[in-house]
């Protein structure tokens, strides 16, 4: 069986948000269109979200590397207004002690195992950012023994190096993820 993840579709990583993602938006019509697919087949479908304490270490103002961004609670940490939600869904809140920073799903959330009782074994991965939280995600996916696709125009970047959206992709390749089209998904 198979679950949808989506990953961290939220305000301050789009348009005006706190660390934006270059046309974060564009991807949001695809993922939509995926999760009512999922929701239609009676399949799993897994919202991701980073949901910081105000003091969390990824901060600079703690030792951190980020700008201060999707604080529980806060319109930052909100979803995308336009992400379609179904009435069955799974909700992970990630990172979410001040000590705990975590780029991945699977990361101190109990996600294995809520998807092993649900007997999932393939995941398809979309969200936000190709460079981080996604390519953590699938690669923990991965690790944990789930067949993994990632729908290559339902993911954006960050970028801060010009190629890291294509290093991040090649490098779930090479731990044994498929790069795939929305139209591969089946």
């Known amino acids: 069986m198979k679950a949808l993840i989506v990953v961290d579709i939220q305000n301050d990583f789009c348009s005006g948000g706190a660390l934006e993602v ?3 938006e564009q991807i949001v019509e695809l993922v939509n269109r995926l999760i009512k697919r999922f929701e239609s087949d009676g399949m799993p479908v897994v919202f991701t979200r980073d ?3 105000v003091n969390h270490i990824s901060f600079m103002e703690n030792g951190g590397i980020w700008l201060v961004h999707c604080v529980a609670g806060s319109v930052g940490a909100e979803f995308h207004p336009d992400l379609y939600f179904p009435s069955v869904s799974i909700l992970v809140s990630k990172a979410n002690t001040a000590e ?3 780029y991945s799903g699977f ?4 996600l294995f195992s809520n998807l092993r009782d649900l007997g999932i074994e393939e995941l398809i991965v979309v969200g936000l950012a190709t460079d981080y939280c996604v390519k953590n995600t699938v690669l923990d996916a991965l690790k944990l023994g789930f067949s993994v696709d990632v729908v290559k125009e339902a ?3 960050v970028n801060i190096d010009l190629n890291d959206e294509i ?3 090649n490098e779930m390749k090479k731990h044994g993820a498929r790069v795939i089209g929305i ?3 089946v």
Not at 107 to 110: A, D, R, V
Request: hydrophobic share 35%; glycine share 10%.
């Open 22 to 24: 270059k046309d974060a």
């Open 155 to 157: 993911v954006k970047a």
């Open 107 to 110: 990361q101190g959330t109990g």
């Open 100 to 102: 705990d920073e975590a």
């Open 51 to 53: 949901w910081h304490p």
């Open 183 to 185: 139209d591969d998904v």
């Open 167 to 169: 290093i991040s992709l």
